[in-house]
């Protein structure tokens, strides 16, 4: 076997090993140049893969980071209107106590329960103001997803009793015409918070209980269907008895609770006071066929049956009631029910405040992570990105050598031909 070495050969790999050595002096020099590892995928598919993971975090955080602070903006603006009620409550309790007291009677309790009742008239106002405010994008605080009306709408009329307020208009009930849709922020990964306070609870003053007027002891369903029951499906299956329902709506986790009054008559009772939100499925009847929906096509929560009882007091109807009552002059009704229906109803009030204040606290907690997670991205990304300087600079100097030494050899032994000088 010839194993000859040419003149060819050795030029040949002379050619190649310098032509290397001048690809890895540009690349350290790029490195160098830029502060960059990578330029393309193809230099370290793994590395590239990872960067590219930690920028996609980088812009997942930084959308978390302004829907933390969304969220935090407006549940301030929502705790500062919820403060501003709890102090028009205080004053309408202040007002009440004195209206109550036994020293007012005869003439002086008759000036007075005219002055404190034109006083709470106004604070009735004022709270139906601030029930339709609106937050810095112009949506309403307490409305759900409803955006286009406001979520509460005074009902009026003239009462002859109460034209000593001085106009022939008086307020005689508010309507809650949103909705129960919850205004969510993502904070994390498929984390989410509530940023809104829904109007049929944190308006409401009372326990509220809804019973229907038909007959359910024959009951049973005529075919697989569901109903909603605040915002939660309970599914029905064919042949259930109204036994099976009350059990079903009993271990739903509802904050309220499913029980039979007098005749098998279905009753729904509140654990906390908030108006009832009851919905039919499309194709099911349940609801209509125990007496507590309409059979008219109505929107919750003006849908409940006409010959159902429905009791409970929102947070306005109390206000309501204790100003009428003070124009009537019932003063054991001031002193009693009506101070209690106060009491309920700022209890309620300062529950779903300290809600609010918890998921403030939550929200300053995950604006704590994601500023430790970004500073921990930043430092993973440098890592897998930047170069070690000192360390390149080395290999640089190393490589140079190493291609001058090469260099050098290869003119010894790519020595000159006649051709070279013929040239």
């Known amino acids: 076997m010839d194993s000859r070495v040419t003149d060819m050969m050795k030029n040949h790999r002379v050619v190649r090993n310098l032509n290397r050595h001048q690809l890895m002096l540009d690349k ?43 969220a935090k903006a407006k549940l301030n603006i929502v705790d500062g209107e919820l403060g501003r009620i709890t102090d028009i409550l205080h004053r309408i309790r202040v ?15 008759f000036e007075l329960r005219k002055v404190i009742a034109s006083e709470i008239d106004q604070h009735l106002r004022a709270l139906i ?10 949506r309403y605080l307490f409305g759900g997803h409803i955006s286009e009306r406001p979520p509460f709408e005074a009902i009026q009329s003239s009462l002859p009793l109460l ?3 001085g106009s022939e208009e008086q307020i005689i009930g508010v309507r809650y015409q949103g909705d129960i849709g919850l205004q969510l922020r993502e904070v994390e990964r498929s984390q989410y918070i509530g940023v809104n306070l829904l109007g049929n609870k944190a308006f409401w003053g009372t326990n509220m209980t809804i ?15 569901s109903f909603k029951i605040d915002g939660v499906e309970v599914r029905v299956a064919t042949g259930d008895t109204i036994d099976d329902i009350i059990d079903k709506i009993n271990s739903s986790g509802l904050d309220l609770k499913a029980s039979k009054i007098g005749s098998n008559f279905l009753s729904l009772h509140t654990s906390s006071p908030h108006q009832i939100w009851l919905e039919d499925s499309e194709d099911g009847t349940v609801l209509k066929d125990i007496g507590l929906l309409s059979a008219n096509p109505l929107s919750p929560p003006n849908n409940y049956a006409e010959t159902a009882r429905v009791s409970g007091l929102s947070l306005f109807d109390v206000v309501i009631k204790l100003r ?15 101070l209690g229906n106060i009491d309920e109803s700022m209890n309620n009030l300062l529950a779903h405040r300290a809600s609010v204040g918890a998921k403030e606290k939550r929200l300053e907690e995950h604006e704590k992570r994601i500023a430790w997670d970004e500073a921990y991205m930043n430092e993973l990304l440098a890592k897998s990105e930047g170069i070690d300087i000192p360390e390149t600079i080395v290999n640089l100097k190393w490589l140079e050598t190493v291609h001058n030494y090469a260099l050098n050899t290869g003119a010894r032994i790519i020595r000159p031909q006649l051709m070279d000088f013929l040239r």
Do not use: C, H
């Open 324 to 338: 009428n009552d003070l124009f009537s002059g019932d003063q054991l009704e001031i002193g009693g029910r009506d």
């Open 163 to 165: 034209k000593e307020i």
């Open 95 to 109: 007002l009440s106590v004195q209206a109550a007291n036994g020293i007012y009677q005869g003439d002086n309790f």
């Open 28 to 70: 350290i020099q790029n490195q160098l140049a830029t502060g960059k590892k990578i330029r393309r995928p193809g230099d370290d598919p793994a590395a590239a893969a990872n960067q590219m993971y930690f920028r996609t975090r980088f812009q997942e955080l930084a959308q978390f980071e302004e829907n933390v602070n969304e």
């Open 129 to 138: 103001d601030i029930a339709n405010a609106r937050d810095g994008t112009g």
């Open 211 to 225: 019973t229907g007027d038909t007959d359910t002891s024959g009951y049973q369903a005529s075919s697989d269907q």
